[in-house]
């Protein structure tokens, strides 16, 4: 809070509004042929009262505010969701994040195909169109990478510890209705998922899995699936590892046994105490972040709302717990409704700081009644200090000054 222009104690100086050469923002204008293009304007015009100047004329598509900036962290094959930055649960289409093995192909949508054959009574190939023609479903889940886990130092954010989820409604056609038309046979376990990408990205998926809730989605919050999502077409498994959601998806092979791929092998696989590796953990566990206060928050001593999101693979989250002392007691915090199954639920808890240095955590549980595990328990279970499927609960801790940082035993 400020406070009102030009009464006692306001900290807005007459030069600076009559100043400001220096570009303040880009904005949407209208030319004298009609055209909206951007144009750069001064802190002096972005000040000017907007009720007494006419704005730009509704536009083909809509634009975020230019002083609204929110961005994806990239690297080479990967970029991650702004979660201390969202509001609500549902992630932009433009923020999903995205994890790509040979980089995002170009396709035609009306010369895309998706063959189904194999262990089937009649080998079918179904356009883009044909997807379409069939009963649609919309469905609100997240998605999120087998490898989201960041740990190497205090000042990460939640976009950079779990940045690789997110939240979309999807639209498309059940796979199991695929699966009637082509006449599944009886004996066949497993089919293989090939997508269209340069990796030739390939995983085998059990039969149940595709029968059950499996989707071929072509559309993602209402428009058309994305290119980085999978344009124009992509698996979308609920609850299980995004890379079993093939994107681009061409071709689905159905077998009695699964292909043994270099993704489920050599890769998305993941080591357990007595030497041993785990292969086919497909669900992704409960798990949950304060995204806020987080890293790179300051807050200021009495009453904070902390705030965050939860999720489970096995179902719905039937609670969170908060802990503001360290993990000595805990208090369940308020589920943002309606929950829903397989998807990110918003959590609350009202928390008065009284200035001292603390640490604060979350913890999910599901309806199945898994909890979410403690650092040290997934190290003494794996044997290791990361990987695929890990899913600590994340500790910030708060300092005197209002800094908010990971806490250290990530580094370990």
């Known amino acids: 809070m400020k406070p009102i222009e030009g009464y006692p104690g306001s900290k807005i100086k007459r030069r600076t509004l009559l100043g400001g050469a220096a570009t303040a923002a880009v904005v949407l204008a209208q030319t004298a042929f009609g055209k909206v293009m951007q144009k750069a304007v001064t802190q002096a015009e972005l000040i000017v009262d907007p009720t007494k100047k006419l704005g730009p004329p509704p536009g083909a598509i809509g634009t975020r505010s230019p002083f609204e900036k929110p961005f994806k962290l990239p690297s080479d094959t990967s970029s991650r969701t702004p979660l201390q930055d969202l509001f609500g649960t549902l992630t932009p289409s433009d923020l999903h994040y995205e994890r790509h093995h040979g980089g995002v192909p170009l396709i035609d949508p009306d010369k895309y195909e998706l063959l189904i054959h194999g262990m089937v009574k009649k ?16 469905r609100t889940m997240f998605l999120e990478c087998s490898g989201n886990f960041r740990g190497s130092k205090e000042t990460l954010s939640p976009q950079e510890i779990c940045g690789l989820t997110s939240q979309s409604e999807w639209t498309g056609v059940m796979l199991s209705t695929l699966f009637r038309e082509v006449g599944i046979d009886p004996r066949a376990t497993w089919f293989l998922a090939e997508g269209s990408d340069a990796a030739v990205m ?6 149940d899995k595709g029968w059950q809730d499996t989707m071929v989605a072509y559309a993602q919050n209402g428009e058309a699936v994305r290119p980085e999502q999978g344009y124009p077409a992509r698996l979308v498994l609920p609850g299980w590892e995004g890379n079993t959601c093939v994107k681009w998806v061409r071709r689905i092979e159905v077998s009695d046994k699964p292909f043994m791929t270099r993704e489920e092998t050599s890769k998305y696989t993941e080591p357990v105490t007595g030497g041993k590796i785990r292969q086919f953990s497909f669900v992704m566990d409960a798990r949950s972040i304060i995204t806020y206060p987080a890293y790179p928050a300051k807050v200021e001593k009495g009453w904070i709302e ?15 717990e908060v802990s503001t002392n360290g993990g000595n007691t805990w208090n369940e915090a308020l589920l943002q409704v309606p929950v829903l199954d397989k998807a990110h639920t918003g959590f609350r808890f009202l928390w008065r700081w009284n200035g001292e240095t603390t640490e604060i955590m979350s913890r999910a549980m599901d309806e199945t009644g898994y909890t979410q595990p403690f650092y040290k328990t997934l190290l003494e279970a794996r044997g290791g200090t990361g990987g695929y499927h ?6 910030w801790i708060v300092q005197k000054n209002g800094e908010v940082y990971l806490h250290p035993e990530a580094k370990k």
């Open 306 to 320: 902390i705030r965050g999101i939860a999720w489970s693979g096995r179902g719905k989250v039937v609670k969170v």
């Open 123 to 138: 080998p079918m190939i179904f356009t883009l169109r044909d997807l379409k023609k069939f009963p649609s479903v919309s």
């Open 202 to 207: 390939t995983r085998s998926i059990p039969i």
């Open 390 to 395: 890990f899913n600590p609960v994340t500790k």
